[in-house]
């Protein structure tokens, strides 16, 4: 059984900064990837950045140069610095790992929402 459990998010005003965290705990082998997703009203869930066990990162080409993660593999733990948020960043934002013994699986945390308002 593993668990995910994300922190940091809320209401900022456009132009501000956010940092979320998901902690990974429970029964973990390896962690191979670590990212986060973001769900809008009425839209598809859609990647925002993720970040493999080596620190290679891949961005959404709309949070390039905005949005740095980064993960403290000791901590099993990833983070989503958030900077010069805008309205369109409004979502819910989840937090995905690979992780898994013999075979990687997928799991998610259960979503903290984010609100820009302008």
């Known amino acids: 059984q593993v668990q995910l459990v994300e922190s940091g998010g809320g209401l900022v005003q456009a132009g501000g900064s956010l940092r979320l965290s998901c902690e990974a705990s429970g029964s973990i082998f390896s962690i191979d990837a670590m990212g986060w997703y973001r769900q809008a009203p009425g839209k598809p869930r859609e990647l925002v950045a993720d970040i493999n066990r080596g620190g290679k990162t891949t961005y959404a080409d709309d949070v390039k140069g905005r949005f740095t993660i980064s993960r403290d593999n000791a901590k099993n733990t990833v983070y989503l610095q958030m900077n010069s948020l805008k309205p369109e960043d409004t979502a819910v934002y989840y937090c995905?790992?690979?992780?898994?013994?013999?075979?990687?699986?997928?799991?998610w945390g259960q979503g903290t929402q984010v609100t820009v308002s302008s």
């Open positions: 995905k790992i690979k992780s898994g013994r013999f075979f990687l699986y997928d799991y």
